[in-house]
């Protein structure tokens, strides 16, 4: 893969402007209409993000794994929503209770009907026909207040039968009662969980399509039914993304066939494999987006990086999960204070769910007073569901901001990466307010305020991160720009060609192989994705040599919809080829739509075009499309930049 820090030389830009602008001559914007509706790019003129499932905030509440593997019951699971509910936890949002792997007996053989280990749940022995049953589980679990999670996998057998074989809890029986997933049986397990049972969530792992590998030891050893793997660790093109997303896509429509209301929560456990960070959105509520989290500092430097710049794919509905709080074990347990506030802080900021795993009926009281900062949790369930954008990004210390709901207030953390002090220098421009007006920073977890105009110096400790509430005069005291609002933003095509691995994110020694390999290699596809404030490959926005602070950075053939939920009145972008494009041969034509109207449009532009303004009436309109088209058959998508898009207000200047 080629190296993206450097950028792509800039010579004879006249000679390649007049190539390029003699290829566009090819793209006839008649054509492009009239063949509109048969195109991935043409606009929808409605809303196309999912409205699957109930979601509106990250889910926030307590998971078994962590805490108890497979070796949970139900003293344990009761122990821990009493403590939520004793300790004010349940008043401020912490409402999910959810069971992992390790609660199944087997499946019934006569019928399918998948039976509860009533020596840990002893209240499931509820005889008659059915055998067992979880609802006098859940019902419990609701009259607290709290609402029922529970686990299961996508494919045959679960993650345990592959990776617990100590375990004590595991399914029992003949290979065919051993088989738990949902595999074969969608439409009769989600029926069970949701109608029968009562269950309001249900966490999918993914290990069924992986690890059962006709030939394997696993296999042979367990008398399991083999499996041809549609997920291959390790391999991206081996792995059958359409049919891992058909899986999931056959669960949804069970879940809405079991919930006519909507009332449920699907979270995708496929840890970023299969390009899930690219379609998860479309689908589920959350989905993993790494591997599982460890106790220690290198392995949520890893999680976090894989969820930390996918802010325009997650929003109100859909959440990118970097998997459940460590917090209580290893490097996040009582004596480090530090990571445990950071942890905590770094999840709330990109607004992952917030699912505490430890055994809450034993934790120090210095735990409950991190998770309980109501403030901190008020920044991750804020209404407008914006995660955080990385406004300053390097391998030591990060910058995050994060728009509230009422687009007036911000909130900023700085985050400390390394294990020695970080100086780090805040500006207002990083904030996008004004660079002389006073800022006041609130620090979320001292109380403590500051003012400042210009820029503010700090220096953190290591591992530490500082959050702050944030006010101040706006750059744009009437409008707004786009990727402060990413989760008003829906990336409906966001042109990359073939997914690739993501070499962003933090390559950590691997917690289960060790160094038993030739090194810690990308695992996720994502790169090339849409990216607030950057291009899709990281480096700043620039068009000409003009550089942009603000905006939206896409590939060519993309389509981006944007809510116009303030009523603004216009927008305005400064749109043309990005300086860092690999391909600086292919025009690009951008248009912007409102309600499926054509409302502006660009002439072609090429590599070395200055950027061309466009303004875009939007009075009335309810959903702007931005639209980059290029020529399909190029070897690689050009990098195209939607320079200072903004929304606004009737009658305000434009910057």
Partial sequence: ??????????????????????????????????????????????????????????????????????????????????????????????????????????????????????????????GGPDGTSFKPFTDKLHAMGLKAGIYTDIGRNACSQAYDLH?????????????VGLEGHVTQDINLYFKEWGFDYIKIDACGLADFLPGSDLVKQQNYRAAAPLIERGSLNRTDIGAVRARYEAVVAALKAARPANDYVLSICAWGMANVRSWGKDVGNLWRTSADITASWTSMLHNFDSAAKRALYAGPGHWNDPDILHIGHGAFDAANPVEVRSHFSLWAMINAPLLVSYDLRNGPASFLEVLGNAEVVGLNQDKGGHQGVVTYDSDDAQIIVKTLGDGRRKAVALFNRGATPAPVTLLASHLKLSNSAPVTLRDLWSKQSTTFTGEKEFTLA????????????????????????????????????????????????????????????????????????????GQTLQVAGQVFDSGIGVLSNSRLQVKNDGGHALLTASVGVDDSTDDTRQPVRFYVYGDGKLLAQSAPLAFGAKAQRLNADVRGVKIIELVVRGAKASAAPVVATWGDAQLVRAGAGVR
């Fill in 167 to 179: 375990s004590p809890n595991l399914p029992q029986g003949s290979t065919a009662e051993r088989e």
């Fill in 1 to 126: 893969m080629k190296d993206r820090s450097t950028k792509p030389a800039h010579s004879k830009p006249s000679r390649l402007l007049y190539a390029s602008l003699a290829a566009a001559l090819t793209l006839s914007v008649g054509a492009v209409q009239a063949n509109a509706a048969a195109d991935a790019l043409a606009p929808a003129g409605r809303w196309e993000g999912s409205t699957n499932g109930s979601a509106a905030t990250p889910p926030m509440g307590w998971s078994s794994w962590n805490a108890f593997r497979t070796e949970v019951d139900e003293a344990k699971v009761l122990g821990a929503a009493q403590v939520m509910v004793d300790s004010g936890l349940a008043k401020l949002g912490y409402t999910q209770v959810n069971i992992d792997d390790g609660w199944w007996l087997k499946r019934r053989a006569s019928d399918g009907r998948l039976q509860i280990r009533t020596n840990i749940f002893p209240s499931a022995a509820t």
């Fill in 462 to 537: 290591p591992h530490e991160t500082l959050v702050f509430e944030v006010s101040g005069k706006r750059q744009l005291e009437n409008g707004v720009y786009l990727s402060e609002i990413p989760g008003s933003i829906n990336v409906a095509v966001d042109g990359t060609r073939q997914p690739q691995l993501d070499p962003t994110v933090h390559r950590m020694i691997d917690p289960w192989s060790n160094t038993r390999s030739g090194g810690s290699r990308p695992q996720y596809a994502g790169w090339g994705g849409a990216q607030a404030d950057t291009t899709p490959y």
